[in-house]
């Protein structure tokens, strides 16, 4: 008889081994106890690990076996049926290359995480971020965002990922100030109406970013000082005026570049940053701070007001370290993808250019998205007929009704009970 241990020779160092041990000395017990087969027709036993599954394949000695046909039986008084009862778990045959019994150990805590996921587009109210392991996708709330600290080595996508963050905070009518030292992340925002300041290029823009953002607190400030019982956020201060405050999302790209030449931690620059950081929330200020590494001293006194942290690939477990308190982010392979002390592991949506494009503030549409509801209003009184959709955009039946999903699941369009339940454009 093959020795039981035989287990331990192939699945050695395995986090799941024991498990696998165990079910092992299951299979052998069964195949010894039935008349038709015998515990040493396995020859050894081998643990596999892919992406979704934990699988252990008993091996059979085939070529030594009298009669394979016990082994390869189905049905009700099989070996394969009674191993699946027994040990309460999946159990397939497998003879591609000679006969295994292959035994589900467990899910796989790997499975698949895309390389390259498309950003979906802007859904009012919710931060899109990416992907998850098993494709679930990450959304979060602006409130619960906090601030935000982002790390990643060069082409790692922290400018792609800034991106996608600030062009979902220009579709919620936030106020933006953005710097960005080295002009290849924000070129596109250069004529937002939006800016409180023009996009930052040069160090002395940049110091004036950070004044703009702590005036901006100081004048919020005096607002919610108006108010008898000082509101604890915006979202209270809002609901109890008529004028409400916008979010303000303030961006600093290359920042500890930024700091080392502004006269380091204890300059002007970074200590206005840490004023933000420290005061910005209740007022609905998002500060999002960017950069290949981040010196221990920058980023101390910011890093636990910095309540949401991703690090993208970079190049030492200590980044990694002073990110997100834990290594990990070193090990990263593909650009887009980050490790984040809230999620886990993430892949970040990736922003076509068609994603740049300038929305309406506050109905989130494009300016061809606007031409096509005139042209809906004009022929059809706003019904979104799906013979109107195909002729005016020339598509086919399928991609016009996955665009009155998307009108639908933004709010630009609704279902109208009395119009016999025809999709109509909204408001
Ligand atoms: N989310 C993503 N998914 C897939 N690919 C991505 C993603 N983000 C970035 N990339 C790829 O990586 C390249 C570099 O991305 P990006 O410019 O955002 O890097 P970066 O971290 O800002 O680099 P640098 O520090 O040099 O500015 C992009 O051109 C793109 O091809
Ligand atoms: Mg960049």
Known sequence: MIPEKTVGLHAKKHRLEHSAQHIAKGVLAIMRNRTDTEANAVEKWVLVENEFLIVLFAVLDDANLPNLAPYLATGKNSLIYHLQTVLQRPVVLSNHSGVRVAVLVSRSEKSHLSKNVAFPGWRKGILQIGVRPGEKPLNTRWEKLG?????????AGKSNFLRSITIQARSEGFKLLLADPDGRTFSFMEDASQLLAPVANTLESCENIVEAALQEIIRRTDCFNLL???????????????????????VLDEFNGTVMATGGARGDFAQKTTQIAWRGAKFGVHLVLAGQDFAKDIVGPVREQMSTRFCFQVSNASTSKVVLGKSGAEKIKHPGRALSNRWGMVQTYLVS???LIQRDPVSGMTSNEKRLAVHLKEQANGQMKLSLLQDYLKVGERQARRLRADWLSRGLAEKVPHQNNGIYLAG
Do not use: F, S
Not at 147 to 155: E, F, N, P, R, V
């Open 147 to 155: 601030h935000l600290l982002i790390a990643g080595m060069t082409q």
């Open 228 to 250: 008898a019982n000082k509101p604890d956020n915006i979202d209270e201060y809002n609901a109890r005026t008529k004028e409400e405050l916008p979010r303000l999302l303030v």
């Open 353 to 355: 250019k068609a994603n």
